[in-house]
T-cell receptor, first 114, second 116 residues
């Protein structure tokens, strides 16, 4: 198993540009989440999904869209990037019925918005 | 709402020193508590957990005890190694909604550097 994979590893955007951060898992996990990590603030939940076709907002959803068309993939879209979205983004997944909060995290995507 | 507060870092220790990283929490109900570790360039990994009061989680020489009376979950290790250098995050589970199991609340993280 590859676990949770994220692409790209690093990206530089200009203000107003759009992009999609990819996340995929091959463990057949139902739950998937996106977090952003900022210095001194820990990780904050952006969006999450409990299964294909179902998504919901987390703590800081503004400026981000998600969709879940398959169990494996959970892309995060920035429609119009802003400097405040400069951060490290982590995708995570968990299997339904598994130990409650044993989440698998991807290696992260570093995003710089100029 | 739920919140987690960690001691401010960074923390710098010499090899074989004793480590304590403080963590306190605010939560409704009976949350589960976790410590995650993030090594340089990697994602977070679950280090240990405790799911009820007085439980002690342990792994790789690290320990933390769920203290409900003081709402704390302090991380300790008796003798740190250079390889323990990483960022440590305290977290709790909880929240409302269909996916409460995926809703972790994290502390701000504590950078630990261990020098030889």
């Amino acid at each position: 198993n590859a676990g949770v994979t994220q692409t790209p590893k690093f990206q530089v955007l200009k203000t107003g540009q759009s992009m999609t951060l990819q996340c995929a898992q091959d463990m057949n996990h139902e739950y998937m989440s996106w977090y952003r990590q900022d210095p001194g603030m820990g990780l904050r939940l952006i969006h999450y999904s409990v299964g294909a076709g179902i998504t919901d907002q987390g703590e800081v959803p503004n400026g981000y869209n998600v969709s879940r068309s398959t169990t494996e993939d959970f892309p995060l879209r920035l429609l119009s990037a802003a400097p405040s979205q400069t951060s490290v983004y982590f995708c995570a997944s968990r299997q339904q019925g598994a130990s409650q909060e044993t989440q698998y995290f991807g290696p992260g995507t570093r995003l710089l918005v100029l | 709402g739920n919140s987690v507060t960690q001691m401010e870092g960074p923390v710098t220790l010499s090899e074989e020193a004793f480590l304590t990283i403080n963590c306190t929490y605010t939560a409704t109900g009976y949350p589960s508590l976790f410590w995650y570790v993030q090594y340089p360039g990697e994602g977070l990994q679950l280090l240990l957990k405790a799911t009820k009061a007085d439980d002690k989680g342990s792994n790789k020489g690290f320990e933390a005890t769920y203290r409900k009376e003081t709402t704390s979950f302090h991380l300790e290790k008796g003798s740190v190694q250079v390889s323990d250098s990483a960022v440590y995050f305290c977290a709790l589970s909880g929240g409302r909604g269909r996916a409460s199991g995926s809703r972790l609340t994290f502390g701000e993280g504590t950078q630990l550097t261990v020098n030889p």
